[in-house]
């Protein structure tokens, strides 16, 4: 079983000009993204920083400790992934630059994103990379709002950084993303506009949440199609929000369930990934009842619904997923508070979606027999 720790040592002594940059670099650079790089890597374009000497920097700051702190969901190995990688002949001369990191509770928008330029014989790739969501509460909450907000913040800060980086950089470039970064990168492709489109080679979308049915009907979907790269894990959770694009690729995982959703997990032979033929039964359940739910409610019962729900979580007076977990009973108690001091009609809506998604759960006795949910709060 070989991971990318794996494809580092095996394909690090060779360059970009022997073998091309490929989907396993891709998913690579955008795994590497969810480095805590602020301060380190240049904000601008102009200026640019190796991966060698970004490696060296980061174990020589003053904060390194914290850095290696990367969250409850965040696999706690990628800082070690950064320092092999930084010591590759493949990979210690790649240039990143243009880091971007905005997170903010109030606009509930959490967003980070690096540019990667690897040189390729007289050639020059560059790669944008977006970040999936981190271990932050307000991270979570705004994929949640995906459901019923138009563009989320995040959507539109990734618009504004292509933007900015197509002003500076003349030629063509690759998009990648993990998770809410492969939503990011497809969602970016799509609204970009004509011009920027056209220069766009290939987007990569690594166990991303999809979009709604009708989002895969416009020209300008259409348009960048044949350029789209989905990869998903056989135990698809996060990739099977909403509606995924027809052609994709499943990828074997020695995770187990949920944690397949981890790049690390993935498992990869030479320049490509050991394939599946199908995702696993639950994933394809969770995808059909899951999206029956939502294409069932208005979108205002939705506002209520994951408002309602946030508030109830953010009850907990924490900001981060391993917070959560670390204070168990107490933000659990805090979280029972909230939910008895909401007002009526607040706790009728919350009732009235989980009732619905009761009823169509139970429409699957296996699926039922696990998910059970009561009537009232």
């Not at 102009?46 to 914290?66: C, H, N, P, R, V």
């Not at 965040?74 to 990688?85: D, G, M, S, V, Y």
């Not at 135990?235 to 994709?248: A, R």
Request: a neutral charge; hydrophobic letters at 40%; aromatic letters at 12%.
């Amino acid at each position: 079983m070989a991971n990318l720790f794996d494809y580092v040592a095996w394909r690090g002594d060779i360059s970009f000009d022997t073998i091309p940059f490929n989907k396993i670099d891709a998913l690579l650079l955008s795994h590497l993204s969810y480095s805590l790089l602020n301060g380190l890597v240049p904000s601008s374009f102009e200026e640019s920083k190796t991966l060698s000497q970004l490696s060296k920097d980061f174990k020589a700051a003053s904060d390194y400790e914290d850095r290696l702190k990367i969250g409850f969901v965040i696999n706690k190995n990628t800082p070690e992934l950064l320092a092999k990688t930084a010591k590759s002949l493949r990979f210690k001369n790649v240039r990143i630059c243009g880091y971007r990191e905005i997170f903010s509770e109030e606009n509930v928008e959490q967003f980070a994103a690096m540019t990667y330029i690897i040189k390729n014989g007289k050639n020059e790739e560059v790669i944008i990379s977006y970040r999936g969501t981190d271990d932050t509460l307000v991270g979570w909450k705004e994929d949640f709002n995906i459901v019923w907000q138009d563009q989320i913040p995040a959507q539109k800060d990734a618009l504004v950084y292509i933007e900015d980086a197509a002003k500076f950089f003349k030629n063509g470039f690759v998009i990648v993303g993990h998770s809410k970064g492969g939503n990011l990168a497809i969602n970016t492709a799509v609204k970009c506009g004509e011009k920027i489109q056209k220069r766009i080679k290939q987007i990569y979308n690594f166990d991303g949440p999809g979009f709604a049915e009708d989002f895969f009907n416009q020209p300008e979907y259409l348009a960048i199609e044949s350029k789209l790269v989905n990869i998903y894990p056989e135990m698809s959770l996060v990739g099977m929000i909403f509606h995924h694009p027809k052609k994709y690729e499943i990828v074997k995982s020695d995770g187990f369930a949920v944690m397949q959703h981890d790049p690390l997990t993935w498992q990869i032979m030479g320049n490509s990934f050991e394939n599946k033929r199908d995702f696993a039964k639950e994933s394809k359940r969770f995808y059909s009842v899951l999206n029956e739910w939502v294409e069932r409610l208005e979108p205002e019962q939705t506002k209520k619904f994951v408002t309602a729900l946030w508030d109830i979580i953010m009850a907990s007076d924490v900001k981060t997923l391993a917070e959560l977990s670390k204070s168990g009973f107490i933000s659990g108690a805090k979280m029972f508070g909230k939910m008895a001091t909401m007002d009526r009609e607040s706790k009728e809506e919350v009732r009235v979606v989980l009732d619905l998604l009761r009823d169509i759960v139970f429409k699957d006795t296996q699926l039922g027999k696990v998910l059970r949910f009561k009537k009232e709060l």
